[in-house]
Each structure stands twice: as structure tokens, then as C-alpha cells.
């Protein structure tokens, strides 16, 4: 199993760019969850989805958005791109939203830095 | 609300030594309580879970509700426990709040 893996690893924009990110969930896992990890901090929960739709969202603008596709697999779009956009954001894939017992797998990241 | 917080930011300690990483929470209800690890140039990754009350890598925590508080102990630090250390507490609508973190440096 190839477990979470996100794409690209790596990524510069400019300012007021568009900019998506791609995760692919460990097989057989139906909900997607998305952080941002700004240098220094805890992952911050942006959005869960679950069989396609979203379950949940925190407190970012609406310039994030998120998808989730029939495979599972899921994007992450953000607007407008500002310089604290940077960051490294984090993918979490999960059976179900509620998994007690397990938590979540997480994927490597793709680190965004806005020029 | 739901808050966890994590107040040392580095923690250092000799290998052989104790080590206690404190976690805090705030949260109304029941909680579910996690660490996760994340070792150099690695992804973040669960270490341990309060409901189970399990020992991974000698590691253990216990969930103090009257102190809100998980804490996570080892009696005797190994240099490859080295890391950055997350509390993470399930929430409400099923997302993980974490914390900001502990970098544990373990010296020989």
C-alpha cells in the first residue's frame, strides 16, 4: 500500500496566484481531511470531506476551497494567493470521519511558498 | 471551545533520562486524546491514543480529566526519541485540533 501520497512535494507561486494540491488516500479510505502546518505551529484543520462531500471546515477564507472525486482522492484550491499562505499542508486520510480508534494517516505535505 | 495547549516548546534530556511532554486541553465533553510524532524528514504520524491506553516505544500518556490534561511520560529517553511532539485532541465534527508542538531532544 502506497499509503497517503500528496502532489507535488514542492511548490513557489506568486502573489495572487491560484494554486492546487492533490492527495490520493490510502486504499479503501473514503475521508479526506486538509491542514496547514505554518513553520513553528500544529497542523490547522481546513477541510473534511467524506464520500464526496464536505463534512466539515475551519475557520479559513473562502479563497480555499476542496473537492473530493469518486476514487476519493481530493484537491485543495486556494486563490488569491497571499504570502501567509505559505506553508506545509498536510493531507489526512481516515476509513470514516469518525475512527475512533485509529486517528488519521497522513501524507508527506506539499510545501507552498508564496513569493 | 477546543484548545490544546503544549507549553514547552523544546524539551531537553539526557538518553537514560525521564521525559514528560505536557499537553493541556480545553474542550466541552468527552474527549479523544492523541500524540502524534514526527521524526526528521518523516511525515507526522500517530504514536499513541488515549482510548486504548497503550505503551508505543515505551511511551505512555493518561488523560486527566480533572487536570485536562495528557501528558506524555517515558522513564528512560533513547537519543532516537528525538522528534517534534504533537497533543492533538478529536473535536467537535470529527477534526484533530493540535497543539503547537514540542521539539524533545534527547543528548547522549
Known amino acids: 500500500d502506497a499509503g497517503v501520497t500528496q502532489s507535488p512535494t514542492h511548490l513557489i507561486k506568486t502573489r495572487g496566484q491560484h494554486v492546487t494540491l492533490r492527495c490520493s488516500p490510502i486504499s479503501g479510505h473514503k475521508s479526506v481531511s486538509w491542514y496547514q502546518q505554518v513553520l513553528g505551529q500544529g497542523p490547522q484543520f481546513i477541510f473534511q470531506y467524506y464520500e464526496k462531500e464536505e463534512r466539515g471546515r475551519g475557520n479559513f477564507p473562502d479563497r480555499f476551497s476542496a473537492r473530493q472525486f469518486p476514487n476519493y482522492s481530493s484537491e485543495l484550491n486556494v486563490n488569491a494567493l497571499l504570502l501567509g499562505d505559505s506553508a506545509l499542508y498536510l493531507c489526512a486520510s481516515s476509513v470514516n470521519p469518525g475512527q475512533r480508534i485509529y486517528g488519521y494517516t497522513f501524507g508527506s505535505g506539499t510545501r507552498l511558498t508564496v513569493v | 471551545a477546543q484548545r490544546v495547549t503544549q507549553p514547552e516548546k523544546l524539551l531537553s534530556v539526557f538518553k537514560g533520562a525521564p521525559v514528560e511532554l505536557k499537553c493541556n486541553y480545553s474542550?466541552?465533553?468527552?474527549?479523544?486524546l492523541f500524540w502524534y510524532v514526527q521524526y526528521s524528514r518523516q511525515r507526522l504520524q500517530l504514536l499513541l491514543r488515549?482510548?486504548s491506553r497503550e505503551s508505543i516505544k515505551g511511551f505512555t500518556a493518561d488523560l486527566n480529566k480533572g487536570e485536562t490534561s495528557f501528558h506524555l511520560k517515558k522513564p528512560f529517553a533513547q537519543e532516537e526519541d528525538s522528534a517534534m511532539y504533537y497533543c492533538a485532541l478529536k473535536g467537535y465534527g470529527q477534526n484533530f485540533v493540535f497543539g503547537p508542538g514540542t521539539r524533545l531532544s534527547v543528548l547522549p
Open positions: 488515549h482510548i
Open positions: 474542550y466541552s465533553g468527552s474527549p479523544e
